[in-house]
């Protein structure tokens, strides 16, 4: 689940100056998973961990791309091959996997995204119930 922004204090260590500190700020960054980091005059390191409900949407689309992948992964389909994704879904999580199905198609090599009504409880994944089947083109 990625998170809005970690503050570091400002001290000998931690300092805005440091010439590597945009590549440790970038590795920390991807590591903590979250969007920013900021600097304070602070003692220690503050993480805020507020879902906000567009970092929670961010958040499963991270792990629906995961499960496509791992079913992709478990039919033996290869980097190369292009797939088709059918999902069944309630209205509401339809809706939201359609709001980033262009995010979806990109990061798991799919030609296009249906939805059916015979699902079967497959997935959970942020608490959304799906089924979801790969089919090779």
Do not use: C
């Amino acid at each position: 689940q990625p998170l809005a922004s970690l503050t570091i204090p400002r001290n000998a260590l931690f300092s805005e100056e440091n010439p590597y500190m945009e590549v440790f700020l970038a590795i920390l960054r991807d590591e903590v998973n979250v969007h920013d980091i900021k600097w304070a005059d602070v003692d220690e390191l503050s993480l805020d961990t507020v879902i906000t409900p567009e970092l929670e949407e961010e958040g499963f689309v991270r792990e629906l791309t995961r499960a496509i992948q791992a079913a992709r992964k478990a039919g033996d389909f290869r980097t190369h091959d292009s797939a088709r994704i059918e999902i069944g879904t309630d209205a509401r999580t339809q809706a939201l996997i359609e709001k980033h199905a262009q995010t979806l198609l990109g990061a798991t090599n799919s030609s296009a995204i249906s939805f059916v009504s015979y699902a079967v409880k497959t997935n959970d994944i942020a608490g959304r119930e799906l089924f979801i089947a790969v089919i090779k083109n």
